[in-house]
């Protein structure tokens, strides 16, 4: 990578990219991770998260939480998420800054939710997400299917057959996850598909294996 070209720059576009193109090539609808807010036609030029309107038509629950202690910020634990697809050093960084951070989601709307964990299980980043749990993060069944825990991903299947059917972040499916996690995962993927084929499509941020097949240098078959 060409030093002109600033790590953090690559890192978003990274994550963009994920949140993108390959939900899209995934037949998935991606909420977006900025949207415009409602106020009005003359604010239309800023972007970032909104809150749906809401007015309970129930009961408000007996328990009242006290919220002694304050949230995580938003904006910080969105960083953290992004940063969790393909940087290493600053997800390193922002957990030492706030440990908290391990755990926490965020909403790109409309329900779709995610954890740094999250991102880096459907990105294939091993190195991402063993040192997330080596801090306490909350394994799940799409990272164990990254991961190739065959075993694992057995015994909630057999539990629940119904997760065949269960989406991840953005919609990403266990398949999807199995193909991610390369050559770690390929006998879990073996397993998903005798359950339940689908069609595998090519992940674009995948690494292209090297062609081992290449011509001589005189340019003579073999």
């Known amino acids: 990578m060409s030093d002109s070209f600033p790590r953090r720059t690559f890192t978003t576009l990274s994550a963009g990219f994920v949140l993108g193109t390959v939900s899209d090539l995934y037949g998935q609808d991606t909420p977006p991770a900025a949207a415009k807010p ?5 604010k239309t030029d800023s972007v970032g998260p909104r809150e749906a309107t809401f007015a309970r038509d129930y009961p408000a629950p007996g328990f009242k939480p ?3 202690k304050e949230q995580i910020n938003r904006e910080l634990a969105q960083d ?9 050093a600053m997800v390193k960084k922002l957990v030492e800054k706030e440990p908290g951070l391990i755990n ?11 954890t740094g964990l999250g991102g880096a299980s459907h990105m294939g980043r091993r190195d991402i997400v063993e040192f997330l749990l080596s801090k306490g993060a909350r394994i ?3 990272c164990a299917t ?8 057995r ?3 057999t539990i629940q057959p119904s997760l065949i059917e269960a989406k991840g972040p953005h919609g990403f499916n266990l398949h999807f996850h ?3 996690g390369g050559k770690d995962s390929e006998k879990v993927l073996d397993y998903l598909q005798s359950i339940k084929k689908v069609e595998l499509k090519p992940i674009p941020f995948l690494k292209k294996p090297t062609d081992s097949k290449k011509p001589p240098a005189d340019g003579k078959k073999e």
């Open 178 to 180: 199995a193909q991610v």
């Open 155 to 157: 015994s909630f299947l």
């Open 38 to 42: 409602q106020n009005g036609p003359e």
């Open 80 to 88: 953290f998420v992004i940063y969790a697809h393909s940087d290493l």
């Open 104 to 114: 926490a989601s965020i909403d790109w709307g409309a329900g779709d939710w995610e």
């Open 140 to 142: 799940d069944l799409f």
């Open 66 to 68: 006290s919220w002694k």
């Open 146 to 153: 990254m991961l190739g825990q065959i075993e694992a991903v």
